[in-house]
């Protein structure tokens, strides 16, 4: 079956700086990444969704010079959080869909800004 | 616009017990409707689905269906174990909505011995 792999599973960093978080579609052909956010005992925020060599599209009150999101292939979308602070805290879950696949998800990143 | 409703607070009930999670939803169009599985930690894992009205989606002695009369996708089981708690997500799939997913709120089930 369809596996997106999401990396890493956790991070802690300092606030200031910048984390990148991987998804990676193992074993088909992602033409379609989401970003989505959790916050505790809540459901997921859609924050962007992004095609295939083309520019994110980001939700509204999304950030986008704060959330970067590159897919820059057809299995490889990141997800960098700039100048991160301790309100950027949060579950981060990828989704990817591609032709003959339905949504399939990431294992999700827990960040936390300290 | 879409969106789906799921019914308020956790639920908790005994090994063995028969469990229903209400859910219903608003859509222009004709989605596809899901439910979607959290364990602890983890991120979302696909429980089944349905693609049109009066479809039945199944798995793991889970069922739901696809009810356009009610718009509804209440989900149910059988008889539980304690291995099923988690939370359930129910989600729906707009094909006019460049078929990005919306979710309900979700439902903590704890299911005790």
């Known amino acids: 079956g369809a596996v997106v792999s999401q990396h890493p599973s956790w991070v802690i960093c300092k606030s200031g700086t910048s984390v990148k978080i991987e998804c990676r579609s193992l074993?088909?052909?992602?033409?379609?990444m989401f970003w989505y956010r959790q916050f505790p005992k809540q459901s997921l925020m859609l924050m962007a969704t992004?095609?295939?060599?083309?520019?994110?599209?980001?939700e509204q009150g999304v950030e986008k010079d704060k959330f970067l999101i590159n897919h820059a292939s057809l299995t490889l979308s990141t997800l960098t959080v700039t100048s991160a602070h301790p309100e950027d805290s949060s579950f981060y879950i990828c989704?990817?869909?591609?032709?003959?696949?339905?949504?399939?998800f990431g294992s999700g990143t827990r960040l936390t800004v300290v | 616009g879409n969106s789906v409703t799921q019914m308020e607070g956790p639920v908790t009930l005994s090994e063995e017990a028969f469990l229903t999670i209400n859910c219903t939803y608003t859509?222009?169009?004709?989605?596809?409707l899901f439910w979607y599985v959290q364990y602890p930690g983890e991120g979302l894992q696909l429980l089944l689905k349905?693609?049109?009205?009066?479809d039945k989606g199944s798995n793991k002695g889970f069922e739901a269906t696809y009810r356009k009369e009610t718009t509804s996708f209440h989900l149910e089981k059988g008889s539980v174990q304690v291995s099923d708690s988690a939370v359930y997500f129910c989600?729906?799939?707009?094909?006019?909505?460049?078929?990005?997913?919306?979710f309900g709120k979700g439902n903590q089930v704890v299911v005790i011995p």
């Open positions: 349905a693609t049109k009205a009066d």
């Open positions: 989600a729906l799939s707009d094909p006019h909505g460049n078929n990005r997913l919306a």
């Open positions: 859509a222009t169009g004709y989605p596809s």
């Open positions: 992004s095609n295939e060599g083309s520019k994110a599209t980001y």
């Open positions: 074993d088909f052909q992602a033409t379609t």
């Open positions: 989704s990817a869909r591609g032709v003959g696949y339905g949504y399939t």
